[in-house]
């Protein structure tokens, strides 16, 4: 199963388009490091695509951005956690059909992406990428057979399970949709005159974009003729939206859902401190997703605050590295203490996570070395015990420390002097409005049925 965390952008009605959409996927390029693409639309209804693997400024050059003419742009950066990492892959997915351009790009994972995948060989038709967001084109086009444009897109939302948010250019018109558990960000803005889409609002913010508000669960935006409008899915759905991209993923001068991602970050920190006080000479971040939390942290206890590790910030995101051989790696090089800090001191890490340990045991192994004093770690999420079906790389169950091991078994692994995690309560009190959250990384309650083989 295909599953993965990217970023979407969309502009309509800006002379510089594809520019536009570089720089808005620039913005979003810790969604997604392994491929990026852009098509655009130009007023001669001519559609032009580029996409490759890397990273965006790699991808594209001054060249690439002049061949990508017109007015309309969407774009992605992709991240597969699995399946094939090849430019097939990569998105927006284009296809021509009964006259008819299509092109997608999708963020989130679809949970019944066999059975889907299945019946559709079954009735012929030819699958040209390994990802389930090639499924919402065949759906589409099999819908829009004596149907509307809009009612084939929700036609083939409804038979689709799991998490996505979709921006869509059908000819001249686009389109962005949110799954009806809103598990995925999706936010709509404007600039000067055009509509612009994003994943995250750091991406409007790049292009002094104004934001409007989040694009609803279950809603279909239309952009048409320069005027937008939308409609909503009939069915009604329990809201969902994914509490880790606010813990971990989300950029934090981002806000999405409608929050803002560092206050609610330094609000976990805070009850974090309250939850489970401790006694060190300073709290000290494992950068860089930490760092906001740690804050938190420090303000709430009273304690000194300092960056006693320092990263390279050219080495990419430990987290989403494809093998575990080069997550390894990653640990010994992206990190690096200042010495005369740690020696002989009691430190208290404040991180955002434990997934699978290998990080944060290499970590405080070195700092063992250095000859710290005490080792306390405070993680400002509850324990990950659950694979994510909707589009984050959790490794499978087997592969999380915390689905087999209770909390004094980790911190005896990791080689700590105390442990803390913060409650499912105190996770939720950091956020405005805490029913609308999917916690099944958490506690495993899933809001669609999910194939776990």
Do not use: W
């Not at 790699?58 to 017109?70: Q, R």
């Not at 409609?231 to 329990?238: I, V």
């Not at 989300?250 to 206050?263: G, H, K, L, T």
């Amino acid at each position: 199963m295909i599953k993965e965390e990217c970023g979407l952008f969309a502009i309509y009605g800006h002379h510089e388009a594809s520019r536009m959409a570089y720089f808005g996927l620039y913005a979003q390029q810790h969604r997604g490091q392994e491929s990026a693409g852009i098509v655009t639309l130009d007023d001669r209804k001519h559609f032009h695509e580029y996409k490759g693997m890397g990273l965006v400024p790699d991808i594209f050059d001054e060249d690439h951005l002049k061949a990508l003419t017109g007015d309309i742009a969407i774009g992605h950066v992709r991240y597969a956690t699995a399946g094939s990492t090849v430019v097939r892959n990569a998105q927006p997915l284009m296809i021509r059909h009964g006259g008819r351009t299509l092109a997608l790009a999708h963020n989130g994972n679809l949970t019944n992406t066999r059975a889907l995948r299945a019946r559709l060989e079954k009735q012929g038709a030819i699958f040209h990428t390994t990802t389930d967001s090639e499924l919402f084109l065949h759906l589409i086009v099999r819908n829009l057979n004596g149907k509307p444009l809009e009612e084939a897109v929700l036609a083939a939302c409804s038979e689709v399970q799991g998490a996505y948010s979709l921006v869509l250019l059908v000819d001249d018109v686009l389109m962005a949709v949110r799954d009806p558990h809103g598990i995925r960000p999706l936010a709509l803005g404007s600039v000067h005159d055009a509509y612009v889409l994003a994943s995250e609002t750091c991406a409007f913010d790049l292009l002094e974009a104004e934001y409007i508000r989040s694009v609803e669960p279950g809603e279909l935006v239309i952009i048409e003729n320069g005027s937008l409008r939308s409609l909503h899915m009939p069915e009604k759905a329990s809201i969902r939206q994914c509490i880790f991209e606010l813990v971990y993923f989300a950029r934090p001068d981002s806000s999405i859902f409608d929050e803002n991602v560092y206050m609610c970050r330094k609000a976990m920190g805070r009850r974090l401190a309250q939850e489970a006080p401790v006694e060190g000479d300073f709290v000290m971040p494992f950068p860089d997703s930490g760092i906001y939390c740690a804050v938190g942290f420090a303000q709430a206890s009273g304690l000194p605050y300092e960056h006693a590790l320092i990263r390279n910030h050219y080495v990419g995101r430990t987290f989403i590295q494809p093998t575990q051989s080069m997550r390894d790696f990653s640990v010994r090089v992206k990190i690096n203490p200042v010495r005369e800090m740690i020696k002989g001191k009691r430190i208290v890490i404040v991180d955002d996570s434990i997934v699978r340990g290998t990080t944060m045991r290499t970590r405080v192994k070195k700092l063992r070395e250095l000859g710290a004093r005490e080792i306390h770690c405070r993680i400002s999420c509850p324990p990950v015990r659950h694979p994510c079906f909707y589009g984050v790389d959790f490794a499978s169950r087997t592969e999380l420390l915390a689905a087999a091991h209770d909390e004094e078994s980790i911190r005896r692994q990791l080689g700590l002097d105390t442990l803390a995690f913060l409650s499912e309560e105190g996770l939720l009190s950091s956020v405005s409005k805490p029913d609308s959250y999917c916690m099944a990384c958490f506690n495993g309650d899933y809001c669609t049925p999910v194939d776990e083989a």
